[in-house]
């Protein structure tokens, strides 16, 4: 996997010094007094060579160190073989998992996998699209910031023939090719989880409102407190930019509140994190006084005092996997990669891991 400046800012001189001193194809056939059309077809074993004439062609290539110049085959081929990939932040365990999955996949297929993190910034992550489409990547997946609004830098490529594949952080748009995973099975779960251990006032700590991901998340509570026949309290349900201060201030407003909750559903591993953090501060018992459950189901959880009751499992590896694959078949003209003619939206079930000895 290369970063943008690994990729586009190596020291340009030494570069330009380097590619003056390859050997090229019209070398090798002055060389051998024959022509570069000749010692073309030889390098890539065409039948109307001889086996005499390639092994001398092969022969003094090796020797000379030649390397088959990439720029030539690329305008040939119309691809440059590169994938751009476009995540929130590397940081979180959950991408880092997605990112290993993109590149294995990507790898087995001779394709180099470039980097952006837009940080949740939708200017930072509309710069790193413009970026990447200059330096012809020939196709994008994409996990959207958590702030993004508009999604017109996503059909702009469109106009470039550039495919796109969204993972995890979908946008709610029908005409794009989705991976995701099912929030509002994996929320079902988690809610049943806690009432079967007899608790009836559950809150949330959601993430930003316009969040397809926080949609999800709020379906799937609302669905299981129905069908365990209990009232839907939308003051129970604290929607938060997922920063460590709002989600102090949620738990803050929940420890007041007249009706408090003795369970709660957070956005993901870090927010429980967060959560638990401040309930520890204002001196409750964890898992006693309150208890969590919460998403993505990280190996820091395992290596916490306090890890949530439960956990559900978003299988980032697989997404990454999955969106690589349609992107592949996508570029390679592959009618199944359209889910015939209309756009595929795979969605993995979520699974509810319960931490042993909790």
């Known amino acids: 996997m290369q970063t943008f400046a690994q990729v586009f800012y190596l020291y340009p001189v030494k570069l330009t010094e380097r590619l003056e001193k390859l050997p090229t194809i019209k070398e090798i056939a002055k060389q051998l007094k024959i022509s570069a059309s000749t010692v073309s077809r030889a390098l890539h074993d065409h039948p109307s060579i001889g086996l005499r ?37 590397l940081s979180e365990a959950f991408f880092s998992s997605a990112i290993s999955g993109i590149e294995d996949f990507a790898s087995d297929h001779k394709y180099t996998v470039l980097l952006g993190q837009s940080h949740n910034d939708e200017q930072r992550e509309k710069q790193i699209i413009e970026t990447m489409k200059n330096h012809r990547v020939d196709g994008l997946l994409i996990s959207i910031s958590k702030n993004t609004s508009s999604f017109d830098h996503f059909e702009m490529l469109r106009k470039y023939n550039i495919p796109v594949v969204f993972f995890d952080r979908i946008p709610d748009l029908p005409d794009f090719h989705t991976v995701s995973c099912n929030m509002v099975s994996g929320t079902i779960q988690a809610i049943n989880f806690l009432i079967g251990k007899g608790h009836r006032v559950i809150g949330m700590i959601n993430g930003p409102e316009k969040l397809p991901a926080s949609k999800d998340r709020l379906a799937g509570y609302r669905e299981a407190l129905k069908k365990n026949r209990l009232k839907y309290d939308p003051s129970l ?16 407003d929940f420890i007041h509140a007249k009706r408090k909750p003795t369970a709660i559903v957070a956005f993901n591993d870090y927010v429980a994190l967060d959560a638990v953090q401040y309930a520890r501060k204002k001196k409750l018992k964890i898992n006693k006084d309150i208890c969590f459950v919460s998403y993505a189901n990280l190996p820091i959880s395992h290596y916490t005092a306090f890890p949530p009751l439960a ?45 042993s000895g909790l």
Not at 65 to 70: K, M, R, S, W
Not at 238 to 252: K, N, Q, V, W
């Open 53 to 89: 004439t390639k092994m001398r062609v092969k022969e003094l290539a090796k020797e000379l160190n030649y390397e088959p110049n990439q720029t030539a085959i690329f305008f040939q081929q119309r691809k440059t073989f590169t994938i751009g990939v476009i995540l929130p932040d």
């Open 237 to 252: 349900v604290i929607s938060t930019p997922l920063t460590t201060e709002s989600i102090h201030a949620a738990m803050d």
């Open 311 to 355: 956990s559900v499992e978003q299988f980032p590896y697989q997404q990454g996997q999955q969106a690589m694959e349609i992107l592949l078949k996508l570029l390679n003209g592959s009618n199944e990669a359209n889910g015939n003619g209309k756009f595929q939206k795979v969605v993995l079930e979520s699974e509810l891991v319960i931490h």
